[in-house]
T-cell receptor, first 116, second 115 residues
């Protein structure tokens, strides 16, 4: 069974600084996809970044980058130059199946607070 | 280009009642997945529909059932509501396996309160 672990219930960061949100995963599948989502208080789940298990380069999307360490089964999210609008809940997730199009398994999330 | 839409936004029901939640996928997507998110937790997978059939199911009782229509929209039905069914219900749409896309887009959710 797939499992996602996010060990940081809450994190604080100063505006304009970088922050790393931790995620470790467990799976017996060789092919899988790792995702990070942002969930503001409004509730909508916003896709941030994706890393495929066979991708050799770490994924980047603007201020977001994913530090993928396959041997350690970790997929940490790095947010650079934090902004006040980054304050939200962040979820790490894994998708299984062909094309990583099956069900998603989520962690319990990390609440990020950006301080001015 | 409309994203994933869900209705209603909020819903209050009484224990024992039945509820139907609705979801329209993003244009171009034909697969719909439903998730339950309890307060302070990550979303839990309920089931996934493709070609009007349930393709995958999570660890939820038979009280949770669904349907997908020919236009790819979907309904989630919950019978005999329990207090523990109170949660945010998220719908996500994506392309079917084999179509080469892993992207999954979520709707704004339906917040269900059972009293």
């Amino acid at each position: 069974a797939q499992k996602i672990t996010q060990t940081q219930p809450g994190m604080f960061v100063q505006e304009k600084e970088a922050v790393t949100l931790d995620c470790t995963y467990d799976t017996s599948d060789q092919s899988y996809g790792l995702f990070w989502y942002k969930q503001p208080s409004s509730g909508e789940m916003i896709f941030l970044i994706y890393q495929g298990s066979y991708d050799e380069q770490n994924a980047t999307e603007g201020r977001y980058s994913l530090n993928f360490q396959k041997a350690r089964k970790s997929a940490n999210l790095v947010i650079s130059a934090s902004q006040l609008g980054d304050s939200a809940m962040y979820f790490c997730a894994m998708r299984e199946g062909p094309d990583n199009a099956g069900k998603s398994t989520f962690g319990d999330g990390t609440t990020l607070t950006v301080k001015p | 280009d409309a994203g994933v839409t869900q209705s209603p936004t909020h819903l209050i029901k009484t224990r024992g009642q039945q509820v139907t939640l609705r979801c329209s996928p993003k244009s171009g997507h034909d697969t719909v997945s439903w998730y339950q998110q309890a307060l302070g937790q990550g979303p839990q997978f309920i089931f996934q529909y493709y070609e009007e059939e349930e393709r995958q199911r999570g660890n939820f009782p038979d009280r949770f059932s669904g349907h997908q229509f020919p236009n790819y929209s979907s309904e989630l039905n919950v019978n005999a509501l329990l207090l523990g069914d109170s949660a945010l219900y998220l719908c996500a749409s994506s392309s079917a396996p084999g179509q080469g896309s892993h992207e999954q887009y979520f709707g704004p959710g339906t917040r269900l309160t059972v009293t």
